[in-house]
């Protein structure tokens, strides 16, 4: 599997003379499989970049784009792929419907004239739209399966497995409690309750999904002290993506989704922390802070 990193900025891009080393573009991923087959992770502004580069090499695209869910970060980019206005290609988007918007209006209704000139109908290429709910199916011959996660309307994590190499992406997620819970409208008292009853503990099914993952990508939006102020707001920090990364038994755990306000520094420091308390815990795995442009082959 090799992974190169588009957009890794939470919220809101954030171009300037503080994030050029980390970058200021909103969460996409490439992943490329053994052949060459391309899968993308999430459509924030980091796709237009991909977009472009696949464009200048000329590539005939047929992909498959995994959306975490519907927040602006993550689906902002799409009308700015140009490989989604070439006819002959054929692009796959994958995530959840919402009560209210089922997927393909989650991804049109953004291009409607009041906000886009182009509209979703208008594109040459072939689009498909497949929701998926908590399932496991194929992409090529990768094995993806998917979890909902705590984040408000809920995040899809996904887990992709591919000729005994995992990865698992992991955009937006906080740690679960029941105080962070109940202000989420997807966490109402009774459908928590009845909830944790169905499917165990938000956090522990986590860890059961992520276990043994070559490659962890995961929110670690805030920092421990920051993150008093933030309950609810459906992000981590930094200490608990480790101690994720550490029950799960990952091999390599990626900082991802930066907090919009976060310098070059900013960032430097924590990974700095957490390299520092990977070594006093103990624990075994490699920590990377997720970077625009940073490739990663296993
Ligand atoms: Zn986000
Ligand atoms: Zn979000």
Same mark, same amino acid.
């Given at each position: 599997?090799?992974?190169k990193?588009?957009?890794v &900025?939470?919220?809101?891009?954030?171009?300037?003379?503080?994030?050029v080393?980390?970058?200021g573009?909103?969460?996409?991923?490439?992943?490329?499989?053994?052949?060459?087959?391309?899968?993308?992770?999430? #459509?924030?502004?980091?796709i237009?970049n991909l977009?472009? $580069?696949?464009i200048?090499?000329g590539e005939?695209?047929?992909?498959y784009?995994l959306i975490?869910?519907?927040h602006?970060? $993550?689906i902002?980019g799409?009308?700015f792929f140009?490989?989604?206005?070439?006819?002959?290609n054929e692009?796959?988007?994958?995530?959840?419907?919402?009560?209210?918007?089922d997927l393909?209006?989650?991804?049109?209704d953004?291009m409607?004239?009041?906000?886009?000139p182009i509209?979703l109908?208008?594109?040459?290429?072939?689009l $498909?739209? &497949?929701?998926v709910t908590?399932?496991?199916?194929n992409?090529?011959?990768? &094995?993806?399966?998917?979890?909902?996660?705590?984040?408000?309307g809920?995040?899809v994590?996904?887990?992709?497995?591919?000729?005994?190499?995992?990865?698992?992406?992991?955009?937006?997620?906080?740690?679960?409690?029941?105080e962070?819970?109940t202000?989420m409208?997807?966490?109402?008292?009774?459908?928590?309750?009845?909830?944790?009853?169905?499917?165990?503990?938000p956090n522990?099914?986590?860890?059961d999904?992520?276990?043994?993952a070559?490659?962890?990508?995961?929110?670690?939006?805030?920092?421990?002290e920051?993150?008093v102020?933030?309950v609810g707001?459906?992000h981590?920090?930094?200490?608990?993506?480790?101690?994720l990364?550490?029950?799960?038994?990952v091999k390599h755990?990626?900082l991802?989704?930066?907090?919009?306000?976060?310098t070059?520094?900013?960032?430097?420091?924590i990974l700095?922390?957490?390299r520092?308390e990977?070594?006093?815990?103990?624990f075994?795995f490699?920590?990377? #802070?997720a970077?625009?442009?940073?490739?990663?082959?296993?």
């Amino acid at each position: 599997m090799k992974l190169k990193f588009w957009g890794v &900025r939470g919220s809101i891009p954030t171009p300037g003379k503080s994030t050029v080393k980390y970058g200021g573009n909103t969460p996409s991923l490439e992943l490329r499989l053994d052949n060459g087959e391309l899968i993308i992770l999430d #459509a924030g502004t980091g796709i237009r970049n991909l977009g472009d $580069h696949l464009i200048a090499n000329g590539e005939s695209i047929r992909t498959y784009i995994l959306i975490t869910h519907p927040h602006w970060d $993550h689906i902002q980019g799409f009308p700015f792929f140009k490989p989604a206005f070439v006819s002959g290609n054929e692009i796959t988007v994958i995530g959840t419907d919402r009560e209210e918007i089922d997927l393909q209006h989650i991804i049109a209704d953004q291009m409607k004239k009041i906000y886009f000139p182009i509209q979703l109908n208008e594109l040459k290429a072939k689009l $498909h739209f &497949r929701s998926v709910t908590e399932e496991l199916f194929n992409i090529f011959d990768a &094995r993806v399966r998917t979890l909902y996660v705590n984040h408000p309307g809920f995040t899809v994590g996904y887990r992709i497995d591919y000729r005994g190499k995992s990865l698992v992406y992991i955009s937006d997620n906080e740690p679960f409690d029941k105080e962070s819970a109940t202000r989420m409208t997807n966490f109402e008292p009774i459908v928590l309750k009845k909830f944790i009853e169905q499917h165990g503990d938000p956090n522990q099914r986590i860890v059961d999904f992520i276990h043994g993952a070559d490659v962890l990508i995961h929110d670690a939006t805030y920092t421990p002290e920051e993150y008093v102020d933030k309950v609810g707001w459906g992000h981590s920090h930094y200490l608990f993506t480790l101690k994720l990364a550490n029950d799960a038994k990952v091999k390599h755990c990626v900082l991802f989704h930066h907090e919009p306000n976060r310098t070059d520094e900013n960032i430097d420091k924590i990974l700095e922390k957490c390299r520092h308390e990977i070594k006093q815990k103990q624990f075994t795995f490699q920590c990377t #802070a997720a970077y625009e442009g940073l490739e990663i082959s296993w």
